[in-house]
């Protein structure tokens, strides 16, 4: 079956960088794309991105990366700040907007 | 930046039917806005029930359906049950990057 399988919480202090990790199985993973989507407390979801197309909120400090070898995805965001702290989702689309599965979500804590 | 905007909070009783919508600021929604849809619980991650507009997923119930209406992206649920209490997130792609809404409360009394 498909699964999205995320990396653990972290805490990170302001100004630190952090590293996610979307692990995927059971689909032909060049057949679709990983995206990345955070939620604040309380907040809508934010659309962050997939590898080289980034929201405009996170140009510049987003980094998303594939390894085709392992079926991962990687997510970096640099310069952390405490409104960065989130849960941080990945989701698949199939190309056309064909969004499915979701990962269980990663905690981001950031805070001095 | 496109804002995408939904009711805040809409009610409904047991077995009623309740429409929930999505507007662009950029105009008319339309099909090429490749509408999604997602349902939230607490503590649980979102799931997608709709995608390009009104097509559903093996998992979605039949209660649930997506369409276009007038200018804006549409989510029906009828006959609501109470399990469908929830928040409710549209998801359009506008100006090449995707914008989520705010997202509707759906209270079932």
């Known amino acids: 079956q498909v699964l999205l399988v995320q990396s653990g919480a972290e805490v990170k202090k302001p100004g630190a960088s952090v590293r996610l990790s979307c692990k995927t199985s059971g689909y032909s993973f060049t057949d679709y794309f990983i995206h990345w989507v955070r939620q604040a407390s309380g907040q809508g979801p934010e659309w962050m991105g997939r590898?080289?197309h980034y929201s405009q909120n996170f140009q510049g400090r987003v980094t998303m990366t594939i390894d085709t070898s392992t079926t991962t995805v990687y997510m970096e965001l640099n310069s952390l700040r405490p409104e960065d702290t989130a849960v941080y989702y990945c989701v698949r689309e199939r190309q056309g907007g064909l969004f499915d599965y979701w990962g269980q979500g990663t905690l981001v804590a950031v805070s001095s | 930046q496109t804002v995408v905007t939904q009711e805040p909070s809409l009610t409904v009783s047991p077995g009623g039917t309740v429409t929930l919508t999505c507007a662009s600021s950029n105009g008319a929604v339309t099909k090429s806005y490749s509408p999604n849809w997602f349902q939230r619980k607490p503590g649980q991650p979102p799931k997608t029930l709709i995608y390009s507009t009104d097509n559903t997923h093996s998992w979605t119930p039949a209660r649930f359906s997506g369409s276009l209406l007038g200018d804006k992206a549409a989510l029906t649920l009828s006959g609501v049950q109470p399990e469908d209490e929830a928040e409710y997130y549209c998801l359009l792609y506008d100006g090449g990057a995707w914008v989520f809404g705010g997202g509707t409360r759906v209270t079932v009394l």
């Open positions: 590898a080289t």
